[in-house]
C-alpha cells in the first residue's frame, strides 16, 4: 500500500521513530499526538496496530480520510492525558511503544483561523481543541499584569515578561486585544528596539507561552509521563519529541527518576532502598534532525527526540 499524501503535517524524525520503536505485525503501538498521521502511517505500513489520539477534531477528520484504509488503525478525538481510560474502554492492558510528537502541527500553524501565528492577521485563539474554554484572547484581556507577566516568563523564558505585560494592559484600557497581529506589534513595540531585530521575532516567546498556557501542554505532559510507562509490557518504548526546552527537560527529568538509581549508602551487601528501575535509556542523548531534513523541513529545527524502554 503507498503512502497517500500528507500536506497537513509533515514528520519529524520519522525513520529515527520507526527504527528505535521497531513496529511489527502483531504490536500495539499508541501515537498520543497524531496530528497528520504521518509517524502512524509509517508504524501501520510495518504492520502494527495504532491507537492514534488528537484533541484536534480537524486533525482527527483529516487523518481519518487518509488512513481509515488500514485495517489496525484506530483515531481518538481525546488528549493524550486520557491514555488510561481509551486504553481501558478498549480493553488493551499493555501496548508496545507509545509515541508523543509535542508542539504544534503545519496545519495547525499555517490555518490562520486558528490564530497561533503571528505572521498573518487573525482571531487569537491557540486552543488546539477548539471546544476548550479557554483561547489566549480571554488570557490576554482578562489576566493581570502579574498573572500575565508570569505566563510570559515561565512557559516562553521571556526575559522582557514584565515589561509586555505591562504594554499589553495598556493597550487593552483602550481596546481589548483580539487579534495575532496587534498583540505582535505591541510585543514589538514593548521591547528594546535590538531585541526587535534579533534571530527571531520579538513576539515569538509571548506566543509560545500563550499556547501553552492555553493548552495546558506543561500539565498534561506531565501526566502521561507519569502514567504512560506503566502501560507499557516489558521491552515496550516511549519516545517523545519536544520542540522547547520546557519539554525536554521536563521528559529528561522524568525519565531519569524512572532508571531507579541505588541510593543506598556504599559498601552494603545488598541494595536495600528498594529503588528499583522501570526504565532504561535508549538514548543517551536526544536525537536532533541531520542537516538535510531541516532543509527540507524549517520546522524541524529545534526538535529532539529521546527514547527510553521498560524493563
Known sequence: MSIKPNVYHIPVLADRVVDLLKPAPGKIFVDGTLGGGGHAELMLRRGAQVIGFDQDSDAIEQVQGRLGDYGGFTAVHRNFAELDDELNRLNISEVD???????????QLDT??????FRVSAPLDMRMDTQGEVSAKDIVNQFSCEELAAVLLEYGEEKYARRIAKRIVQEREAAPVETTDRL????AGAVPAAYR??????????????RIAVNDELGVLKIILDTAWKRLRC???????TFHSLEDRLVKRSFQSLLGKCTCPPGLPVCVCGNAGRLKLITHKPIIPEEAEIAANPRARSAKLRVAERI
Do not use: K, N
Open 184 to 187: 505582535a506589534d505591541i510585543v
Open 97 to 107: 511503544g507509545i509515541l508523543l510528537d509535542l508542539g504544534v502541527s503545519s496545519h
Open 112 to 117: 490562520a483561523e486558528r490564530g497561533f501565528s
Open 197 to 210: 531585530h534579533g534571530r527571531i521575532h520579538p513576539a515569538t516567546r509571548t506566543f509560545q507561552a500563550l
Open 235 to 241: 521491552g515496550g518504548r516511549i519516545a517523545v519529541i
